[in-house]
Nanobody, 122 residues
C-alpha cells in the first residue's frame, strides 16, 4: 500500500521560495504520474502541477506557471515542488498525489498525502 508524506512547508515572505518534498513508499513508484494540489481555507482543492512517470512531461496551473517547478527522483521515490516568487495567494495546504496517468483533476489521482501547510506573508 502506497503512503505519501509531504514535507518542506512553512512560512515564507512574499517573493521568497520554498521547496516541498514528497516521499513515497510502496513498489513501482516509477510507474505512476505524480501531482501537487493545494487547498486554501474555504476553497476547493485545486491543481498545481503534475509530472509523468519519467519526468518528460509536466503540467502547471496557469497561476503558478513560470514560478513553480515539479521534478522527481525515481531512485529515491521522491517528488519535489520548487516554489519561487511566492505570493500571499499561494497560501494553502499542499498535497502530493499519485495517479496512474498524468492529469490536472483530482479524480486522476487515487493516493494522497496528508498535506503540508504553506503560508506566504505580504
Amino acid at each position: 500500500q502506497v503512503q505519501l508524506a509531504e514535507s518542506g512547508g512553512g512560512l515564507a515572505q512574499s517573493g521568497g521560495s520554498l521547496r516541498l518534498s514528497c516521499a513515497a513508499s510502496g513498489p513501482a513508484f516509477s510507474n505512476y504520474a505524480m501531482g501537487w494540489f493545494r487547498q486554501a481555507p474555504e476553497k476547493e482543492r485545486e491543481f498545481v502541477a503534475a509530472i509523468n512517470w519519467d519526468g518528460g512531461i509536466t503540467y502547471y496551473a496557469n497561476s503558478v506557471k513560470g514560478r513553480f517547478a515539479i521534478s522527481r527522483d525515481n531512485a529515491k521515490k521522491m517528488v519535489y515542488l520548487q516554489m519561487n516568487s511566492l505570493k500571499p495567494e499561494d497560501t494553502a495546504v499542499y498535497y502530493c498525489a499519485r495517479g496512474t496517468g498524468i492529469g490536472t483533476t483530482a479524480s486522476a489521482y487515487a493516493a494522497w498525502g496528508q498535506g503540508t501547510q504553506v503560508t506566504v506573508s505580504s
